[in-house]
Each structure stands twice: as C-alpha cells, then as structure tokens.
C-alpha cells in the first residue's frame, strides 16, 4: 500500500490552524517583542499557535492532574489563549521550553495572573520526557530572575496542590517559603528575589 502524506495542519480544528497572509505577518511581529531567555539547556520563547500542540498534550491528559486538568480540547484552548494574552495586557505570560540541542519543545513556564489570584504567579508544566533532568528548576529560575530584575515585580507565588509532591520539592529547591494558609485548597509559596545569576535576556 503506497503512503498517504497526512496534512497535520489541516487534520486540526480551523481556530488551531496558523494564519497565511499579513495576519501572519502581524501575529510574527507581536511575538518578536515577548523576551527570549536562554539558561544553560533552554531557550525560553514566545509561544507560537502550534505549540497548542504541546500545551494540549498536557492539558489533555492526567499530567494536567494538579492544574484543573484533565481539560478538554476546548478548555486547553481556552486556557493556553488566556496564558498567552497577558503579555499584551500585563507584561508577562507564557514562555515555551525549547531544548537548545534540537528546539523541540519540552513544556511552558508562565508568569501568570488568573481569576482568584492574589499575586503574580509563577507556574511550570512538562511532559514527561523533560522530568527528572533539571529543566524545571533551570526554567522556573531564568522566569523568576526575569520577573524581578527586569520587570520589577514586588511579589511572585506559587499555588501549589498538596498532593502534588514534584511541585512541592521543586519549590524547595527555588527555595520559596510556605505561606501559612491554604488559598482555595492550594499550597501558596512566596518567591524571595532572588541572588544567583542565571537569566540571560536574549531579545528585550
């Protein structure tokens, strides 16, 4: 049987399709202005419309557990367009993780500001493959360092699922501090600004 090409573009739905044309143009001039970081393993960029692809493979599965997840489709739309608005009206959103040895895409570290939010929050999520190599730390610490030595925002937390026991050590070892009250359920951890260098802005 002779191989068939698959059209992945066109396989999905027509709102996670990118656009042609100068709309194309307007939404690559947008994202040129969102800050490139670059840590030792990483670059940290501007999320692109097909890196739904991504956030959706996590979002959609039980990885997204701790984050309000498992999402539908649609839900993970949702949510990954609201991250990646508040570069536009706050200063700050989502990055994509991408290896420096291939650029392929390993999850998203986001300095957020949701609903029910009483602070900035700085938030992280992997597929599995990128656990258990470091990139979380090396990514959560490039997106702190940049939110107050560049940004200069007074405070930054972390919510955190009791049970979510990866998260939890990961905030250790940022060495944020346990606030002593839950906030709707979650575990909240304040970020101290931090000392260490270790954020290198490569487009501001």
């Known amino acids: 049987m002779r191989a068939v090409a698959v059209n992945t573009s066109e396989s999905r739905a027509p709102h996670e399709r990118p656009p042609g044309g100068p709309a194309a143009a307007l939404a690559q001039r947008i994202t040129a202005r969102i800050p490139m970081l670059e840590t030792a393993r990483?670059?940290?960029r501007a999320p692109r419309i097909m890196d739904f692809q991504l956030y959706a493979r996590i979002a959609c599965s039980q990885r997204a557990r701790?984050?309000?997840g498992p999402m539908t489709r649609?839900?993970?739309?949702d949510d990954f367009a609201r991250t990646c608005s508040t570069w536009l009206w706050r200063g700050h959103g989502a990055w994509v993780m991408a290896g420096k040895a291939d650029g392929a895409p390993l999850g998203v570290v986001v300095l957020?500001?949701?609903p029910g939010d009483q602070d900035p929050e700085l938030g992280i999520a992997l597929i599995q493959a990128a656990e258990g190599r470091g990139l979380a730390l090396e990514a959560t610490q490039a997106?702190?360092?940049y939110a107050f030595r560049v940004l200069e925002l007074p405070r930054l937390v972390s919510y955190?699922?009791?049970d979510n026991t990866r998260s939890i050590?990961?905030?250790e070892r940022l060495g944020a501090q346990p606030e002593p009250t839950l906030l709707e359920g979650s575990l909240v951890y304040r970020h101290m600004p931090p000392t260490a260098q270790g954020v290198s802005p490569a487009t501001v």
């Open 42 to 44: 990483l670059w940290l």
């Open 66 to 68: 701790f984050m309000g």
């Open 74 to 77: 649609e839900e993970a739309w």
């Open 112 to 114: 957020g500001f949701e």
């Open 143 to 145: 997106a702190r360092n």
């Open 160 to 162: 955190v699922s009791p």
């Open 169 to 171: 050590a990961l905030m």
